[in-house]
């Protein structure tokens, strides 16, 4: 079980004001990185260093 600072990405996406499609496409697309991926594949996130990631990511053009 990962630490309770982790949490799953329904509440990551919750937590940044995005839908949870959305957070699972950006991981997809390897803009957003996880803190944790579960034996079964499930991401877990820590939502401040998600935060500090988007902060971090280059602008779209």
Not at 29 to 58: C, F, M, N, S, Y
């Amino acid at each position: 079980m990962p630490p309770p600072h982790l949490v799953a990405t329904g509440i990551a996406a919750r937590e940044i004001g995005v839908a949870r499609s959305t957070l699972a496409r950006w991981w997809a697309q390897d803009l957003v990185k996880p803190a944790l991926i579960t034996a079964g594949g499930h991401a877990r996130w820590d939502v401040d260093d998600l935060k500090r990631q988007l902060r971090e990511r280059p602008p779209a053009e």
